[in-house]
């Protein structure tokens, strides 16, 4: 069964950092696309970042490039997301997602098998 589980969510600080983790388990991460998703109270599922299976491209959403960073370790079948300068308005439901290539749309329908999500809370 394919699987994906996020950790590493918590409560920290405006200006904090948090590294969140997508593991997968009953297939490997190597050749899917991942995706970053958030989702906040009364809003939208939107998506964050992405990264190639090919290549490693990254991409991000205007409202967190230049603090985020999105990697992977193939070896560990993990795709990690390294949040920097984080803001109140980053508070969300964190999710990752498969895809076989990242979708510049980010629609969630483009992209498959789904986390359960890791909280985020940024608050003084």
């Known amino acids: 069964q394919l699987q994906l589980v996020e950790s590493g969510g918590g409560l920290v600080q405006p200006g904090g950092s948090l590294r969140l983790s997508c593991t997968a388990s009953?297939?490997?991460?190597?050749?899917?696309?991942i995706g970053w998703f958030r989702q906040a109270p009364g809003k939208e599922r939107e998506g964050v970042s992405c990264?190639?299976?090919?290549?490693?491209?990254?991409d991000y959403k205007d409202s967190v490039k230049g603090r985020f960073t999105i990697s992977r370790d193939n070896a560990k079948n993990t795709v990690y997301l390294q949040m920097n300068s984080l803001k109140p308005e980053d508070t969300a439901v964190y999710y990752c997602a498969s895809a076989l290539v990242c979708y510049s749309g980010y629609d969630p329908a483009d992209f498959g098998s789904w986390g359960q999500g890791t909280q985020v809370t940024v608050s003084p």
């Open positions: 009953g297939f490997t991460l190597d050749y899917y696309a």
């Open positions: 990264i190639d299976s090919s290549d490693g491209k990254p």
